[in-house]
């Protein structure tokens, strides 16, 4: 899978950009869905709440722990993964993907700047370990 169109938060979230719109797709990393182990679940965002950058997002629960998801961007929640309230281990098999957890519309596209790209993303998970 490419992650070119895919931002990382130093708090292991991502966003999936959309060509010429401010909604993105955020959810969180391989290397974060790794770490938890086993998701178990999760505590979906609101429809219509507004969201900061570098705030909960959603809470999730795994066999070894339970964990923040931190907003990457802020904005209004658009739409939510409703699959994961009975599934939340697509989390698991397919981060990038399936697994998404929220459609934020941004406020502010320039937070995007703030944010990694994949290779940078490594580099950093690199030097936190």
């Known amino acids: 899978m490419s992650l070119e169109n895919y931002k990382f938060h130093?708090?292991?979230?991502?966003?999936?950009?959309?060509?010429?719109?401010?909604?993105?797709?955020?959810?969180?990393?391989?290397?974060?869905?790794?770490?938890?182990?086993?998701?178990?679940?999760?505590?979906?965002?609101?429809?219509?709440?507004?969201?900061?950058?570098?705030?909960?997002?959603?809470?999730i629960e795994s066999t070894k722990?339970?964990?923040?998801?931190i907003a990457p961007v802020s904005g209004t929640i658009v739409e939510i993964n409703?699959?994961?309230?009975?599934?939340?281990?697509i989390i698991n098999e397919d981060p990038?993907?399936?697994g998404w957890i929220a459609v934020?519309?941004?406020?502010?596209?320039?937070e995007l700047e703030e944010l990694m790209d994949y290779e940078e993303y490594e580099s950093?998970?690199?030097e936190e370990s």
Request: no cysteine; glycine share 4%.
């Open 10 to 59: 130093k708090e292991h979230s991502w966003v999936k950009l959309s060509s010429k719109s401010k909604k993105v797709k955020v959810g969180i990393t391989d290397y974060a869905q790794e770490s938890l182990g086993d998701i178990i679940y999760i505590e979906l965002p609101e429809v219509e709440t507004h969201v900061e950058v570098d705030t909960e997002l959603a809470e």
């Open 96 to 98: 990038y993907g399936k």
């Open 65 to 69: 722990t339970s964990s923040p998801v």
């Open 104 to 110: 934020i519309e941004m406020d502010n596209p320039e």
């Open 124 to 126: 950093y998970l690199e």
């Open 82 to 89: 409703e699959e994961l309230i009975d599934h939340p281990e």
